[in-house]
C-alpha cells in the first residue's frame, strides 16, 4: 500500500503533468492512464480540486488546467488523446504538438503525430501541413466525419480516425 505522500510524489506529478500538457481531458481519460491505481486517482483528483490547482467540470466529465480551459474544452485533443490511448502499451513518451498537431508520441523507434481536423478545416489543414518541413513521422489524422479523408492531402499519413466521443472508442480507416 502506498503512502499519501508516495502518490503525491509519483502519480501525482504525473497527473499534473498530463492535465497541464494537453489542458483539457475526460475523467476516464485520466483514469485509463492509472489503471492500476483508479481509486487513489480518483482521490487524488478530489484533492487537486480542493487545493484549486486543477478544475473538474463534473457536467462536462472534463479535468482541465484552468477555469479558461474548461470554458472553452479542447475537444480535438480529446478526441486526439482517445488515440494515444489506444496505443498506451507501446508508448515510451508522449506530450503535445504545435497547430494543427495536437500530440506526439514515440512508440520504439517510431514516431507519431495525432493530427485533428474539425468539419470544414481541410483546405486550412492541408495548406498548412503542406507548408511543414518533411519529417519521418507517422501520422493519425482524426476526423469528425469519414467523408472529409477525400478532401485531405497530407503527406505521411497512416490511418483516419474516427471517434466515438461517449465511448472513446477509436476507428481506423485508410484511404481509397
Same mark, same amino acid.
Given at each position: 500500500?502506498?503512502?499519501?505522500?508516495?502518490?503525491?510524489?509519483?502519480?501525482?506529478?504525473?497527473?499534473?503533468?498530463?492535465?497541464?500538457?494537453?489542458?483539457?481531458?475526460?475523467?476516464?481519460? @485520466?483514469?485509463?492512464?492509472?489503471?492500476?491505481?483508479?481509486?487513489?486517482?480518483?482521490?487524488?483528483?478530489?484533492?487537486?480540486?480542493?487545493?484549486?490547482?486543477?478544475?473538474?467540470?463534473?457536467?462536462?466529465?472534463?479535468?482541465?488546467?484552468?477555469?479558461?480551459?474548461?470554458?472553452?474544452?479542447?475537444?480535438?485533443?480529446?478526441?486526439?488523446?482517445?488515440?494515444?490511448?489506444?496505443?498506451?502499451?507501446?508508448? @515510451?513518451?508522449?506530450?503535445?504538438?504545435?497547430?494543427?498537431?495536437?500530440?506526439?508520441?514515440?512508440?520504439?523507434?517510431?514516431?507519431?503525430?495525432?493530427?485533428?481536423?474539425?468539419?470544414?478545416?481541410?483546405?486550412?489543414?492541408?495548406?498548412?501541413?503542406?507548408?511543414?518541413?518533411?519529417?519521418?513521422?507517422?501520422?493519425?489524422?482524426?476526423?469528425?466525419?469519414?467523408?472529409?479523408?477525400?478532401?485531405?492531402?497530407?503527406?505521411?499519413?497512416?490511418?483516419?480516425?474516427? @471517434?466515438?466521443?461517449?465511448?472513446?472508442?477509436?476507428?481506423?480507416?485508410?484511404?481509397?
Amino acid at each position: 500500500m502506498k503512502t499519501r505522500n508516495e502518490i503525491y510524489q509519483g502519480e501525482g506529478a504525473q497527473l499534473l503533468r498530463f492535465i497541464t500538457t494537453y489542458h483539457t481531458l475526460q475523467y476516464e481519460q @485520466v483514469l485509463r492512464l492509472f489503471p492500476k491505481n483508479r481509486d487513489s486517482i480518483k482521490s487524488l483528483i478530489t484533492s487537486l480540486v480542493k487545493q484549486k490547482r486543477i478544475v473538474h467540470d463534473k457536467e462536462n466529465g472534463i479535468l482541465c488546467d484552468s477555469q479558461e480551459s474548461a470554458n472553452t474544452p479542447d475537444y480535438g485533443m480529446i478526441a486526439s488523446f482517445w488515440v494515444l490511448l489506444d496505443f498506451k502499451k507501446a508508448i @515510451v513518451y508522449h506530450t503535445d504538438g504545435e497547430f494543427p498537431i495536437k500530440l506526439n508520441f514515440f512508440s520504439k523507434d517510431e514516431w507519431y503525430e495525432v493530427l485533428y481536423v474539425p468539419q470544414e478545416q481541410e483546405y486550412l489543414i492541408n495548406h498548412v501541413m503542406e507548408s511543414q518541413p518533411k519529417n519521418d513521422a507517422k501520422r493519425l489524422v482524426v476526423l469528425e466525419k469519414e467523408e472529409q479523408a477525400a478532401k485531405l492531402h497530407i503527406k505521411g499519413v497512416i490511418a483516419f480516425c474516427l @471517434v466515438d466521443s461517449t465511448t472513446g472508442s477509436v476507428s481506423y480507416y485508410a484511404k481509397k
